[in-house]
């Protein structure tokens, strides 16, 4: 899954070269606060979660059971100054003696561990798209249309399906690439004549609607990007932030506009990583390098759900009695169904009550692993919360990997889909980019300029997509959960459905995502039509009554946390 940050430059980039107009959906015109996704309707006017309500009306003077969080994706800045207090710390490795101290197969792995990694300590950035990996595999089979091969079975249906995603794509992509290298001229033109007008190399929006001149050259340029950056979705966005973006993702394109027939997509995995992508057995590979240098999205994934609450920096989490365990498994390109499946069994053996999977893809070669990992988690109590993904598309009729449906025909029990919202102040009510479905999806959590940790030990910023939106209800999950820790992992993922509300404000028609203005019934987007609410979820949790769970090994010890 693409970083958030590229996914607001792709589309800022696609709105510019098609039709070169502001989009205003997510203008922050009027005020929202930067904790907007913590705040109430009633107090604050935005589509909250209640979260700074339920810890004063609520939760003041209870006590809490620290709760272990596995955040699967890119890594974790493990020095920031608002995660380094909450992350968890494996009580049975001593660190740095190079000896697999608790000997569970991973060597130093004090913070967890990363999939992506080589045994010299070099982790894999970036990773071919799974349709891609699934083309080159199945060609030498099919792309000879002569083939004798069955044409009727599976396998061939399959074919196609991937030989579709690639062939149009492609040509698609050659098309964009080309517009996009014009833009990128046009991007570099404007930058020059502004940073060379305001004497510093970095702007953003404000900065340019200050700029007042009689040169038409420099005015151009200042209306040119400030619709570019409008257009991103996040009008605060700085041109020393939307530079790197927009050059990986033009980098992405021209990737998916060469492949050729001589392109090796696992080449750089065998190179770094060097295990056997086909043998699910061969699973001690990677290294303890959580953070890396790629840790941008997981950073901001982590802070979401547990930055460290009224230490007086930064913003603050949703839940105040986590650890967050650190597992690198995604990539900038598509995880791997074998590194997805060992980061669960990975986190659920080292004591995680709840996995955050901020990723997903349309194809899942492997899906029989991730499915056995999911069994497995739901038999030792786990919850996994899993994003809806950021195609503006009804998952309960396209292909999003992983999801709740089994090959073996049974449906998942523990695992909670999520949607994208945005602040019901401003713009559109729900995220036009969020994936949504009537059976598939669970419920809607805020999406839209979340503001949390980024690296660099000091920094934060606001990113949007189902990825934020997911580690919103993580974080509500283990709110829950540390404070009535004798209820089930089915039972969590009740509460939180059975307490969503409908929108606030009474709306009942929003926009449907990817469908331009077109409207829907809100409580027709998710199973549960609603909002994940803390406060609510709270209050049914007070009600139930421990289920009695089959015991399936000792509990790992959790280590308490140091407030602020």
Same mark, same amino acid.
């Given at each position: 899954?693409?970083?958030?940050?590229?996914?607001?430059?792709?589309?800022?980039? !696609?709105?510019?070269?098609?039709?070169?107009?502001?989009?205003?959906?997510?203008?922050?015109?009027?005020?929202?606060?930067?904790?907007? +996704?913590?705040?109430?309707?009633?107090?604050?006017?935005?589509?909250?979660?209640?979260?700074?309500?339920?810890?004063?009306?609520?939760?003041?003077?209870?006590?809490?059971?620290?709760?272990?969080?596995? !955040?699967?994706?890119?890594?974790?800045?493990?020095?920031?100054?608002?995660?380094?207090?909450?992350?968890?710390?494996?009580?049975?490795?001593?660190?740095?003696?190079?000896?697999?101290?608790?000997?569970?197969?991973?060597?130093?792995?004090?913070?967890?561990?990363?999939?992506?990694?080589?045994?010299?300590?070099?982790?894999?950035?970036?990773?071919?798209?799974?349709?891609?990996?699934?083309?080159?595999?199945?060609?030498?089979?099919?792309?000879?249309?002569?083939?004798?091969?069955?044409?009727?079975?599976?396998?061939?249906?399959?074919?196609?399906?991937?030989?579709?995603?690639?062939?149009?794509?492609? %040509?698609?992509?050659?098309?964009?690439?080309?517009?996009?290298?014009?833009?990128?001229?046009?991007?570099?033109?404007?930058?020059?004549?502004?940073?060379?007008?305001?004497?510093?190399?970095?702007?953003?929006?404000?900065?340019?609607? &200050?700029?007042?001149?009689?040169?038409?050259?420099?005015?151009?340029?200042?209306?040119?990007?400030?619709?570019?950056?409008?257009?991103?979705?996040?009008?605060?966005?700085?041109?020393?932030?939307?530079?790197?973006?927009?050059?990986?993702?033009?980098?992405?394109?021209?990737?998916?506009?060469?492949?050729?027939?001589?392109?090796?997509?696992?080449?750089?995995?065998?190179?770094?990583?060097?295990?056997?992508?086909?043998?699910?057995?061969?699973?001690?590979?990677?290294?303890?390098?959580?953070?890396?240098?790629?840790?941008?999205?997981?950073?901001?994934?982590?802070?979401?759900?547990?930055?460290?609450?009224?230490?007086?920096?930064?913003?603050?989490?949703?839940?105040?009695?986590?650890?967050?365990?650190?597992?690198?498994?995604?990539?900038?390109?598509?995880?791997?169904?074998?590194?997805?499946?060992?980061?669960?069994?990975?986190?659920?053996?080292?004591?995680?009550?709840?996995?955050?999977?901020?990723?997903?893809?349309?194809?899942?070669? +492997?899906?029989?692993?991730?499915?056995?990992?999911?069994?497995?988690?739901?038999?030792?109590?786990?919850?996994?919360? +899993?994003?809806?993904?950021?195609?503006?598309?009804?998952?309960?009729?396209?292909? /999003?990997?992983?999801?709740?449906?089994?090959?073996?025909?049974?449906?998942?029990?523990?695992?909670?889909?999520?949607?994208?919202?945005? /602040?019901?102040?401003?713009?559109?009510?729900?995220?036009?980019?969020?994936?949504?479905?009537?059976?598939?999806?669970?419920?809607?959590?805020?999406? !839209?300029?979340?503001?949390?940790?980024?690296?660099?030990?000091?920094?934060?910023? &606001?990113?949007?997509?189902?990825?934020?939106?997911?580690?919103?209800?993580?974080?509500?999950?283990?709110?829950?959960?540390?404070?009535?820790?004798?209820?089930?992992?089915?039972?969590?993922?009740?509460?939180?459905?059975?307490?969503?509300?409908?929108?606030?404000?009474?709306?009942?028609?929003?926009?449907?995502?990817?469908?331009?203005?077109?409207?829907?019934?809100?409580?027709?987007?998710?199973?549960?039509?609603?909002?994940?609410?803390?406060?609510? %979820?709270?209050?049914?949790?007070?009600?139930?009554?421990?289920?009695?769970?089959?015991?399936?090994?000792?509990?790992?010890?959790?280590?308490?946390?140091?407030?602020?």
């Amino acid at each position: 899954m693409k970083s958030s940050g590229a996914i607001a430059v792709m589309a800022g980039c !696609v709105a510019m070269m098609t039709a070169l107009t502001t989009n205003t959906a997510y203008a922050q015109g009027k005020a929202v606060p930067k904790n907007w +996704h913590l705040l109430d309707y009633a107090a604050d006017s935005v589509y909250g979660t209640s979260v700074q309500r339920a810890y004063t009306e609520l939760l003041k003077g209870k006590k809490s059971t620290p709760i272990v969080v596995a !955040v699967i994706d890119s890594g974790i800045d493990t020095l920031h100054e608002d995660l380094k207090s909450i992350l968890w710390i494996n009580p049975k490795e001593i660190p740095g003696n190079g000896i697999d101290d608790d000997k569970n197969g991973y060597v130093d792995d004090v913070h967890g561990w990363n999939f992506l990694g080589g045994k010299d300590g070099r982790s894999l950035k970036d990773d071919s798209d799974e349709a891609t990996r699934e083309y080159v595999r199945l060609k030498e089979k099919y792309v000879n249309p002569d083939s004798a091969l069955d044409h009727s079975s599976k396998e061939y249906a399959y074919w196609q399906k991937v030989s579709g995603k690639i062939t149009r794509p492609s %040509a698609e992509s050659k098309t964009t690439y080309k517009a996009m290298l014009k833009l990128q001229e046009n991007v570099n033109k404007a930058s020059s004549l502004l940073t060379t007008y305001l004497h510093q190399n970095d702007f953003n929006v404000p900065k340019l609607d &200050s700029i007042q001149t009689t040169d038409q050259d420099v005015m151009v340029a200042k209306n040119f990007m400030i619709r570019l950056f409008n257009s991103t979705g996040d009008s605060t966005i700085n041109y020393a932030d939307f530079k790197p973006e927009f050059e990986e993702y033009i980098e992405d394109l021209k990737k998916k506009a060469e492949i050729s027939d001589n392109y090796t997509p696992n080449a750089k995995r065998a190179d770094i990583v060097g295990d056997n992508i086909n043998d699910i057995n061969d699973k001690y590979y990677g290294n303890n390098d959580v953070m890396g240098q790629f840790g941008y999205h997981g950073t901001h994934v982590s802070g979401i759900i547990a930055a460290a609450r009224e230490n007086g920096v930064g913003m603050d989490g949703v839940a105040d009695n986590v650890r967050i365990m650190a597992v690198k498994a995604v990539p900038d390109g598509d995880e791997r169904d074998k590194d997805v499946a060992l980061a669960i069994r990975y986190a659920v053996d080292n004591g995680a009550r709840i996995i955050n999977m901020s990723f997903g893809k349309s194809f899942s070669p +492997h899906k029989e692993w991730v499915d056995a990992a999911f069994k497995y988690a739901a038999a030792h109590n786990v919850l996994l919360i +899993h994003a809806a993904g950021n195609d503006g598309k009804n998952v309960d009729s396209t292909d /999003n990997f992983p999801n709740t449906d089994f090959l073996d025909g049974t449906t998942a029990t523990n695992v909670i889909t999520v949607g994208a919202s945005s /602040n019901g102040k401003t713009g559109a009510k729900v995220a036009s980019f969020s994936n949504y479905g009537k059976r598939t999806v669970d419920l809607f959590a805020p999406g !839209v300029q979340i503001y949390a940790t980024l690296p660099g030990g000091n920094k934060y910023g &606001s990113l949007s997509g189902t990825s934020m939106a997911c580690p919103v209800v993580a974080g509500i999950a283990a709110l829950v959960w540390s404070y009535y820790p004798d209820l089930s992992a089915e039972q969590i993922k009740y509460v939180l459905l059975k307490s969503a509300q409908p929108l606030p404000d009474g709306t009942k028609e929003v926009n449907k995502p990817g469908a331009g203005g077109q409207m829907v019934p809100f409580a027709d987007l998710s199973a549960t039509g609603g909002l994940v609410n803390a406060y609510d %979820a709270l209050k049914l949790a007070s009600t139930l009554k421990p289920e009695k769970i089959e015991k399936l090994g000792k509990k790992p010890k959790v280590m308490k946390i140091k407030k602020g």
